[in-house]
């Protein structure tokens, strides 16, 4: 969902931008794959913002780990529009941008693929 059509340049920008707001951090093929989009597009527009010093970028073994730059000078701005965004987002994408395992799975227990295929999602 593109929201903010006319100030940015791409949906990808928006939604890296969104989930690095709402997850603090993320990769670019985390991202892309939570997008369900290719993760070249998302690369791209993750380097482009952080040529703009929008965001910032720290390398953890091989992969590159994005975040918001605290130093921006319109982070606040930033993230206060990209909250109205979100709040303009279906509840369904807002609750899986909010939802984030953070402990791992019990010993065991079978694995169940988290991500919809696109099938089901039609």
């Known amino acids: 969902m593109f929201v903010l059509k006319g100030l940015l340049r791409?949906?990808?920008?928006?939604?890296a931008l969104v989930y690095l707001m709402l997850r603090g951090e993320g990769y670019a093929r985390a991202i892309a794959a939570f997008y369900d989009m290719p993760v070249n597009p998302m690369q791209k527009q993750l380097a482009k913002l952080e040529e703009d010093s929008v965001i910032v970028s720290e390398l953890i073994g091989r992969v590159r780990n994005y975040r918001?730059?605290?130093?921006?000078?319109?982070?606040?701005?930033?993230?206060?529009?990209?909250?109205?965004?979100?709040?303009?987002?279906?509840?369904?994408?807002?609750?899986?941008?909010?939802v984030q395992r953070t402990r791992p799975r019990q010993a065991g227990k079978p694995l169940v693929k988290a991500q919809r295929s696109k099938s089901e999602g039609e």
């Open 10 to 15: 791409a949906e990808s920008q928006e939604n």
């Open 68 to 98: 918001l730059n605290p130093r921006y000078p319109f982070t606040e701005q930033l993230t206060a529009l990209l909250k109205a965004a979100v709040a303009a987002y279906p509840v369904e994408l807002k609750n899986r941008l909010l």
